[in-house]
């Protein structure tokens, strides 16, 4: 879809894989766009009609090391569960069976988050993810052979695809580029973003644009313990900055920017617009509740099915 010489592209980073075997994700990345197509349709908005970017990562269908994460989270999982069988408890306790179901997602999701904030795991998958999505935008840009192709992003992320894509966001449209960064997230920058348009908000200068960015079952809340900067901003009552995430004023893409779409019964999701600052009394991230299921166990899967959240994406979009 064109719009004023942008190209809209729709971006999918699944989350954490709670599955012994996981599978690829495109099934549940396809329900979702086709729910938010429909609604799309039905406000008289065009529809997406480029084809996603998707990003699989942490299981065999990973072309990097994290390909490993999901097997080894089974071996130890099989390890874990042997040991417990063999402990003796008669106590009875009748929350032991919610226990078991939160220790289920400990040992086949919470290993993909360790692994991630971990120094060595977060360089093999950012650069594994991270050059997978410059090398698609770059390719559907057409370089420099093509310099008015303009590519328009909505990134939709679940779980810690959410916190990856906050990342990837971060990394290419902060003021200063990060030192080490000798992969493709460079040549995105310089080829598309304009640094000196992310400075004085000129959104339209630059030949990349974020239009919309939507999480939905994340835990970006729990990640500001990741570094002492984001809790040196937090403990002294500031906000963090939307510009660095390419979120400047325009009148064409109003507000919000970010929908963040929670559930009260999925344990891993959050409410996180509190973190982040406004442009006066606009709210450039809001967060949104929905009831996607009733069920601890299943909600934070739920998401992609979900009609609620698919129509309020159209909504905003």
Known sequence: MVNDNWLEIPVFIHGLTEEREPDSHYKSFLTLLNN?????????????????????????????????????????????????????????????????????????ALPDAFFYISDEGEK????????????????????????????????????????????FLFHLFREKEIRGWENKVKILRRDLVQTQAARDGSVGESRLRVRRLFTFGSPISLSIFRTQKLIDIINSNQKIGVKELGFQPDQELGFPRWVNYWDKDDVISYPLAFLYETFGETKVVEDKNVDVSDLVSSAHGKYFESEEMAKDMASVW
């Open 36 to 108: 938010v197509n429909k609604y799309l349709r039905q406000e008289k908005k065009p529809p997406f009609s480029e084809p996603p970017i998707t990003v699989e990562w942490g299981f065999d269908l990973s072309p990097s090391k994290d390909k490993y994460l999901a097997r080894v989270e089974a071996l130890v999982a099989d390890r874990v569960s042997d040991a417990i069988k063999k402990a003796s408890d008669f106590t009875v306790n009748p929350m032991r069976n919610v226990a078991s179901i939160i220790r289920e997602k400990f040992l086949f």
């Open 124 to 167: 093999i998958i950012r650069r594994n993810i991270f050059n997978k999505l410059a090398d698609e935008t770059l390719s559907r840009a057409g370089g420099n052979n093509n310099p008015n192709k303009k590519i328009s992003l909505t990134i939709f992320g679940h779980s810690m695809g959410s916190i990856i894509a906050h990342d």
